[in-house]
């Protein structure tokens, strides 16, 4: 029997220390996504508020544009930073097609243990907190 290998799972204070950044320059966060209809499962790197606005999509929810409503409390509430969408307008949002290559630096800064973020002016993806 092949054993499965579990997906990376970014560390939690960095994970939260994301929602907590008020800079031009985003930080991204790891997250595993399962689309509700066939269980395809992807992870990949985006910004909590790409993160926060598919969950208001997917839940119906006023956008909050703060990281610190509803839907920031919803994405970090998820065990594992695992989120479960169904409606196509939601899995547009996040980018599921594109969501294992989009932002790839990224992810390799955070699966060596180390946050990233999107410098402003430049675009480019840096190690570290703006």
Do not use: W
């Not at 996504?33 to 269980?39: C, W």
């Not at 969408?85 to 800064?109: H, S, V, W, Y």
């Amino acid at each position: 029997m092949a054993a499965t290998s579990k997906p990376y799972v970014q560390e939690d204070k960095q994970f939260r220390a994301a929602f907590e950044n008020n800079s031009t320059s985003p930080s991204f966060i790891m997250i595993t996504v399962v689309e509700g209809q066939s269980g395809i499962t992807k992870t990949g790197c985006i910004t909590p508020a790409t993160l926060t606005h598919a969950i208001e999509i997917e839940r119906e929810l006023q956008p909050d544009y703060s990281l610190r409503g509803l839907s920031a409390e919803v994405a970090l509430a998820a065990p594992d930073h695992r989120f479960y969408f169904q409606k196509p307008e939601t899995l547009r949002a996040i980018g599921f097609g594109e969501l294992e290559i989009n932002d790839a630096a990224a992810c390799d800064i955070i699966r060596r243990g180390k946050p990233a973020f999107r410098a402003d002016r430049t675009g480019q993806i840096m190690v570290g907190q703006p």
